[in-house]
C-alpha cells in the first residue's frame, strides 16, 4: 500500500505520470496547469525519469509533438487548460483517428471570453466530440489513480484511444491535500509496457493518417464510435484490477444515499464532496435526498445512469458548461436523452453553475434541492437556470 | 476492388503495405499528354523537379519524358518548361 | 474542523506556510487541505491563503467564509482588508506586529481574542531576513494546539534545507513569546 503524504494536487499528477515509464511529454504551461508541466519537466532534467521533455511554443505544437511522438510508438503524455485546449482542439479528432494511445491531464479552466482563468468545464465540453475518453475525478486520489490508469486503459489492444482525465483548475490543482501515492513497484506491475498497433519504422514503412474518401469515411466514423463505446468493458476491467491491487474502486457512476432518494442530484468533477454535505444536511432535515456522481463522460455509461437515476421522483443535473441557445448544460442534454425512452423515469431539472471558479457552498447545493423540491407543480422540469446568477 | 466493410478496417487506417500508392494509375486521369521536343531541351532538368506526380524520369541520353501510367496531364511540366520544348497534345 | 484565513501579500509566503502546514499535519496522520484565493499572483497584492485541519476526512471544497482563526502576516494590511469578515465570534485573531494589543483592537474595533507577536523582528533576528511566513506558523500552532511544533521539522528541513534550522528556531520563538489576549 502507498505511504499517505500531503501534496499538491498539480505535484502529484505529474510524480504518477513520472512512475509511468512515459518516453515522452510535450507539455505547454497554463494557469491553472503550469505545475505539472513544471514539475514534469523537473523530473525529467533532473534525471529522475528517463523521458524527453519537448519544449513547445504552443499547444497546438504539444498536441503535434505527442501524435509524432506516439506515432513512432513513444508512451507520451501531455497537459492542458483552457486556450491550451482550445488550440488543440484541431488535432484531438486527428489523435483518436489514428487510434494513438496519448494521455492527457487537464486542468479544467473556463474558456475566454472575457479572460478568466478560473475553474468550470467549458474548456473540456467543446472537445466532447473528438472521439477521446473522457475521465472525470473528484479529488487528488482520483488524480492520481486516474492518471495512471489512463495509460493502461489506452494503450490496451481492445482501446488503442486518447485518454483525457480532466481534473477541476485550483479546486483540485492547487490543492495541499491528503492522499496515498502508489510506489514504482506497485506501477510497474500494474502497467505494462506500451506495445503500439503500428510505429513509424524505417524498417517496416506505414502510412498513418491517410486520406479517406467518401467511400470509406462513413466506416472509419463507425469503426471510431464502436472502439469508444466498447473501450468501457477495458475501463471496467482496468478499475477491477486497480480494486483489487490498491483498494481503491472505481465505477463510470458514483452513488451516496441514492438508493432510497425520492430527489437526487447529480453532478461532476470536485463538486461531489460538497454537495455530499449538502445531502447530509438534508437527510438530517428528514429530506430523503441523494447523490449521483458521473466520472465517466466519453464513452457515455447509458445503464449504469439510468440505474441509477429511475427510481427516484425528481433529479437535479448540475453542470459547469453551457451549450449557448441550446438545451441547457451539455450534462442535462445527455441525461434526458438516455432517459428519453425509459417509462419509468425522473423530473429533470437542470443548474448551471460555478462557472469561471464561482464558488458553491454547501448552502448552494441544498438551495438547489430546496428549490426543486417547492416545484410542487413541476413548472420548472425540463428546464435549464443559471443558478445564483443576478437578476 | 470490393470495399471493406468497418470491421475490416485496420486500427487507426494505417496503411502497411509501402508504396501501395503505386496501384493507383492516375495515368487515367489525363485528357492531354506532354510531348518532348529534344530539339529545345537543354536538360536542366525543371520538368522533373516539377512534375506533381514525380512521373517525370531522365533517360540514359539525358532526355526527360512520362512515365504515362501515372502522368495526370495537368500541364504543369509544359508550363515550367521556358524554353518550351514540352507540347500538350489532345489523347 | 479547525478552519484558518491567512492575509499576507504577494511574496511573503503566505501559501508557502499553508502548504508546509498542511503537509506537516498529513504527515502526523491528520486531514488537511491547505490553498490559496485562487488567481492570478502578483507580489506585494494582498492575498488570503487557507487551511482546515480535521481529524477525519474533509469533504468540503468550498471557500472559508467563517474562519476559526484568521492570522495576518502583515499588519499594514489592517485598515485595507478586512482581516476580521466572517470570523467567528468565538474565533481567534493572530497578528503579526510590534504594536500594543490596544492599538490593533482600536484599528479593528474587535474585541475577541487576539493573539499577538512580533514575528517579523524574530525572523530578522533568528534568520536576518523580515519574512515571517514560516515563524508565524509556531504562532499559529500555540493557538490552535492541534499538533506539536516538532510536526513542522520535516517539511521544513524538506523545503529549506541548510536554513531549515533557523527557520525553526524562529518558528519556536514565535511560539513561546506570542501573547494571548481574551
Ligand atoms: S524543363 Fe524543358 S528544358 Fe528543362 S529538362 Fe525539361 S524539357 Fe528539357
Ligand atoms: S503533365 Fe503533369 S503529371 Fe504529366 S508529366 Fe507533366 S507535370 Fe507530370
Redesign the pocket.
Known amino acids: 500500500m502507498g505511504k499517505r503524504i500531503g501534496m499538491e494536487v498539480a505535484i502529484a499528477v505529474a510524480e504518477a505520470v513520472g512512475l509511468c515509464d512515459i518516453d515522452m511529454a510535450a507539455v505547454y504551461p497554463i494557469t491553472p496547469q503550469s505545475h505539472i508541466a513544471e514539475h514534469l519537466s523537473d523530473l525529467v532534467a533532473n534525471g529522475e525519469i528517463d523521458a524527453e521533455f519537448v519544449t513547445v511554443e504552443s499547444e497546438h505544437s504539444a498536441m503535434s509533438a505527442v501524435i509524432g511522438a506516439s506515432g513512432a510508438g513513444a508512451r507520451a503524455f501531455t497537459a492542458t487548460s483552457s486556450q491550451g485546449l482550445m488550440l488543440m482542439h484541431e488535432l484531438l479528432p486527428i489523435a483518436s483517428a489514428m487510434r494513438l494511445p496519448i494521455c492527457m491531464a487537464i486542468a479544467n479552466r473556463a474558456v475566454s471570453g472575457p479572460l478568466n482563468i478560473l475553474n468550470d468545464h467549458t474548456d473540456i465540453m467543446p472537445q466532447r466530440d473528438c472521439g477521446w475518453i473522457a475521465l472525470f475525478v473528484e479529488n487528488g486520489q482520483e488524480a492520481i489513480d486516474l492518471s495512471i490508469q489512463a495509460f493502461k486503459i489506452a494503450e490496451h489492444k481492445d482501446v488503442m484511444l486518447p485518454v483525457c482525465v480532466n481534473i477541476d483548475g485550483f479546486q483540485l490543482t492547487h490543492m495541499v491535500e491528503p492522499f496515498e501515492m502508489p510506489s514504482k513497484e506497485e506501477v510497474d506491475k500494474f502497467l505494462p509496457p506500451f506495445v503500439p498497433h503500428a510505429t513509424l519504422h524505417p524498417a517496416k514503412p506505414v502510412t498513418m493518417g491517410a486520406f479517406a474518401m467518401s467511400d470509406y469515411f462513413t466506416e472509419i466514423m463507425k469503426a471510431k464510435d464502436e472502439a469508444l463505446k466498447s473501450s468501457k468493458k477495458v475501463i471496467l476491467e482496468v478499475w477491477d484490477e486497480w480494486a483489487k491491487l490498491f483498494g481503491r474502486s472505481y465505477k463510470p457512476v458514483e452513488t451516496y444515499k441514492a438508493d432510497d432518494a425520492d430527489v437526487l442530484m447529480l453532478t461532476m468533477g470536485s463538486m461531489g464532496e460538497t454537495a455530499q454535505m449538502a445531502i447530509d444536511e438534508l437527510r438530517a432535515k428528514g429530506v430523503k435526498a441523494g447523490l449521483v456522481k458521473l466520472r465517466m463522460w466519453r464513452p457515455f455509461p447509458f445503464e449504469e445512469i439510468k440505474a441509477a437515476i429511475k427510481n427516484a421522483k425528481k433529479l437535479i443535473v448540475t453542470d459547469r458548461a453551457i451549450t449557448f441557445g441550446g438545451p441547457g448544460g451539455p450534462v442535462f442534454a445527455e441525461i434526458k436523452s438516455a432517459m428519453c425512452t425509459e417509462t419509468q423515469r425522473p423530473l429533470i431539472y437542470n443548474y448551471i453553475y460555478g462557472l469561471g471558479g464561482r464558488d458553491v457552498p454547501v448552502g448552494d447545493f441544498v438551495g438547489m434541492f430546496e428549490k426543486v423540491l417547492a416545484d410542487t407543480e413541476n413548472k420548472a422540469v425540463g428546464t435549464y437556470e443559471f443558478w445564483g446568477v443576478r437578476e | 476492388m470490393s470495399l471493406k466493410t468497418w470491421k475490416e478496417l485496420p486500427i487507426g487506417c494505417v496503411v502497411s503495405d509501402p508504396g501501395s500508392a503505386s496501384e493507383y494509375h492516375?495515368g487515367s486521369w489525363?485528357s492531354q499528354?506532354?510531348t518532348w521536343d529534344n530539339a529545345k531541351c537543354i536538360k536542366c532538368g525543371i520538368?522533373y523537379i516539377?512534375?506533381?506526380?514525380g512521373?517525370?524520369q531522365q533517360t540514359e541520353d539525358g532526355f526527360f519524358q512520362?512515365d504515362l501510367d501515372?502522368?495526370?496531364?495537368?500541364?504543369?511540366?509544359?508550363h515550367e518548361c521556358w524554353p518550351r520544348a514540352?507540347k500538350?497534345e489532345e489523347e | 474542523m479547525i478552519e484558518v484565513r491567512w492575509h499576507g501579500r504577494g511574496g511573503q509566503g503566505a501559501v508557502t506556510s499553508v502548504e508546509l502546514l498542511a503537509v506537516s499535519a498529513i504527515a502526523a496522520g491528520k486531514y488537511a487541505q491547505g490553498f490559496p484565493s485562487f488567481g492570478p499572483e502578483r507580489r506585494g497584492a494582498p492575498v488570503a491563503a487557507f487551511t482546515r485541519i480535521d481529524d477525519k476526512k474533509i469533504n468540503v471544497r468550498s471557500g472559508i467564509y467563517k474562519p476559526d482563526v484568521v492570522l495576518v502576516l502583515d499588519s499594514s494590511l489592517i485598515g485595507l482588508v478586512n482581516v476580521t469578515e466572517g470570523l467567528k465570534p468565538d474565533g481567534k485573531l493572530i497578528v503579526n506586529t510590534h504594536k500594543t494589543p490596544e492599538e490593533i483592537r482600536k484599528a479593528l474595533n474587535y474585541t475577541g481574542t487576539l493573539a499577538i507577536v512580533d514575528g517579523t523582528g524574530i525572523a530578522r533576528k533568528e534568520m536576518g531576513v523580515p519574512i515571517a511566513n514560516t515563524t508565524m506558523i509556531g504562532a499559529l500552532l500555540k493557538v490552535i494546539g492541534v499538533m506539536e511544533l516538532d510536526a513542522m521539522k520535516d517539511a521544513i528541513e524538506h523545503r529549506f534545507g541548510r536554513i531549515a534550522q533557523k527557520n525553526l528556531n524562529a518558528m519556536k520563538r514565535a511560539y513561546d513569546e506570542i501573547k494571548i489576549y481574551n
Open positions: 492516375t489525363r499528354r506532354p520538368c516539377y512534375c506533381p506526380e512521373c517525370v512520362a501515372y502522368c495526370k496531364g495537368c500541364g504543369i511540366c509544359a514540352i500538350m
